[in-house]
């Protein structure tokens, strides 16, 4: 037989033997932390009080801006830390990582308010979650984003600056508080020709705790803010 062929079916048949053992060892680990687990309750975090959410957005494209709202393609970043969901990898073969559909575990129920009278919830369920052993979830679901930029009859160079605002809908930081991952959005992937009568100028982030009437408890609120040069 040639050896080129012998090799290559080597490397098929050390592959087919490894497979079962591995998915036997993410189909375990599956079953371990989905075992009593519940999605609807916020998890423990590290200290056993607030549960931290970093939060980041990706730009990928401007899609437009038509009368006087801006929309974009995004991905939302979300990180946090859940006691619950740890394990020990010697005891699953090594496995460090798994990703899950995001449906079965809790996520923070974050919404972006639009600026003009609108809410949007975070809910792709689409978008797997990744575990690791140490607890640490992310969740990265594709987002296309919609909000209000005020501004007059644009001239060539005139330049505009929007916002993308997100909130826990129900969590004062007594539960849940937001952190940013940067103080800038991810530019990594931007698609610059994509729309050629707009060139992003500059992008930052903060994060605002801010307390309303309603109620004494203060809530978090991440703003991410672009500016944009229009070409005509």
Same mark, same amino acid.
């Given at each position: 037989?040639?050896?080129?062929?012998?090799?290559?079916?080597?490397?098929?048949?050390?592959?087919?033997?490894?497979?079962?053992?591995?998915?036997?060892?993410?189909?375990?680990?599956?079953? +371990?932390?989905?075992?009593?687990?519940?999605?609807?309750?916020?998890? +423990?975090?590290? +200290?056993? /009080?607030?549960?931290?959410?970093?939060?980041?957005?990706?730009?990928?494209?401007?899609?437009?801006?038509?009368?006087?709202?801006?929309?974009?393609?995004?991905?939302?970043?979300?990180?946090?830390?859940?006691?619950?969901?740890?394990?020990?990898?010697?005891?699953?073969?090594?496995?460090?990582?798994?990703?899950?559909?995001?449906?079965?575990?809790?996520?923070?129920?974050?919404?972006?308010?639009?600026?003009?009278?609108?809410?949007?919830?975070?809910?792709?369920?689409?978008?797997?979650?990744?575990?690791?052993?140490?607890?640490?979830?992310?969740?990265?679901?594709?987002?296309?984003?919609?909000?209000?930029?005020? /501004?007059?009859?644009?001239?060539?160079?005139?330049?505009?600056?929007?916002?993308?605002?997100?909130?826990?809908?129900?969590?004062?930081?007594?539960?849940? +508080?937001?952190?940013?991952?940067?103080?800038?959005?991810?530019? $990594? $992937?931007?698609?610059?020709?994509?729309?050629?009568?707009?060139?992003?100028?500059?992008?930052?982030?903060?994060?605002?705790?801010?307390?309303?009437?309603?109620?004494?408890?203060?809530?978090?609120?991440?703003?991410?803010?672009?500016?944009?040069?229009?070409?005509?």
């Amino acid at each position: 037989m040639n050896y080129k062929v012998l090799a290559v079916l080597s490397c098929i048949g050390i592959a087919v033997c490894s497979k079962p053992e591995t998915y036997k060892n993410r189909h375990h680990l599956r079953d +371990d932390l989905m075992y009593k687990y519940e999605k609807d309750v916020i998890p +423990d975090s590290v +200290d056993g /009080h607030v549960v931290n959410v970093s939060v980041g957005v990706s730009l990928l494209r401007i899609i437009d801006v038509d009368n006087q709202i801006l929309t974009l393609d995004t991905y939302i970043s979300m990180g946090w830390e859940a006691d619950n969901l740890k394990w020990r990898p010697g005891h699953v073969g090594g496995l460090e990582q798994i990703n899950l559909p995001s449906e079965l575990i809790w996520k923070p129920d974050l919404a972006m308010m639009e600026g003009a009278g609108r809410t949007v919830f975070i809910k792709t369920e689409e978008a797997n979650v990744i575990i690791n052993s140490n607890g640490h979830v992310i969740w990265m679901p594709p987002m296309k984003t919609k909000t209000f930029c005020s /501004h007059g009859e644009l001239q060539n160079g005139d330049e505009i600056e929007c916002h993308l605002t997100f909130v826990s809908w129900t969590h004062s930081t007594s539960t849940l +508080d937001l952190k940013l991952e940067a103080d800038v959005m991810g530019t $990594s $992937s931007f698609d610059v020709d994509f729309n050629p009568h707009w060139k992003l100028v500059s992008t930052h982030a903060d994060i605002e705790h801010k307390v309303y009437s309603c109620c004494p408890e203060s809530y978090a609120q991440a703003s991410f803010t672009l500016r944009l040069r229009y070409v005509a």
